[in-house]
């Protein structure tokens, strides 16, 4: 079984541009998770989708978002690219949250911004 | 205070040797993850505890829920457990508004 995977691997923006980070979940998983990763920084929760809705999401800029597709893939977009927003994206993907069930993380996206 | 505290930052161990990572938070939860992340930044889930203790292999999670404490034990540690050992919890109120909280790793490296 194929597991969670994220395109592209990496990407390189300079400041001010628009970046797209994807997202294919587990089959059967309906809930996708996005995370960031700055250089020397922890794990931060950015945004979560469950059955095609956005569920919650953490303390980022509304520059942050995203969307989950009828196939439970998900984007996230990153509008007006900051130096800051250099980090590793992580993607994870669970069975519906109506329970608590364990994530599954994809390889991550690491987006370079010049 | 963060919420979700680790101890020790960093920890360094002979091959063999058994090791202990702790947890400590200060939110309710409903679930606690411990996950690996190796030095490429892959993330492995390792254990998904809302109670008492569980074991894959060399590996045992523990939970105090009164005492808002968690542990990750390695058995018989060996080089290719070097990796940042994070601990992540969800907190509640319910489950349909969790937000995570992660603490901020433990890096352990397992020498020869």
């Known amino acids: 079984e194929a597991g969670v995977t994220q395109s592209p691997t990496h990407l390189i923006k300079t400041r001010g541009q628009q970046a797209t980070l994807r997202c294919s979940p587990i089959?059967?998983?309906?809930?996708v998770y996005w995370y960031q990763q700055a250089l020397g920084l922890g794990l931060q929760f950015l945004l979560w989708y469950d059955e095609g809705e956005e569920r919650n999401r953490g303390n980022f800029p509304p520059r942050f978002s995203g969307r989950q597709f009828p196939n439970y893939s998900s984007e996230l977009n990153v509008n007006a690219l900051e130096l800051e927003d250099s980090a590793l994206y992580l993607c994870?993907?669970?069975?519906?949250?109506?329970?608590?069930?364990?994530?599954?993380f994809g390889p991550g996206t690491r987006l370079t911004v010049t | 205070k963060n919420e979700v505290e680790q101890s020790p930052q960093n920890l360094t161990a002979q091959e063999g040797e058994f090791i202990t990572i702790n947890c400590s938070y200060s939110?309710?939860?409903?679930?606690l993850h411990w996950l690996q992340q190796h030095p490429g930044g892959g993330i492995v889930s390792l254990f998904m505890l809302s109670s008492g203790k569980k074991k894959h292999g060399r590996l045992i999670a523990t939970i105090n829920i009164q005492e808002k404490h968690s542990s990750l034990h390695i058995t018989a540690s060996h080089p290719r457990d070097s990796a940042v050992y994070i601990c992540?919890?969800?907190?509640?109120?319910?489950?349909?508004?969790?937000?995570?909280?992660f603490g901020p790793g433990t890096r352990l490296s397992v020498l020869p």
């Open positions: 089959s059967g998983h309906t809930s």
């Open positions: 992540a919890v969800r907190s509640q109120p319910d489950n349909y508004g969790q937000n995570f909280v």
């Open positions: 994870a993907s669970s069975f519906s949250e109506r329970q608590v069930y364990e994530q599954y």
């Open positions: 939110v309710g939860i409903s679930a």
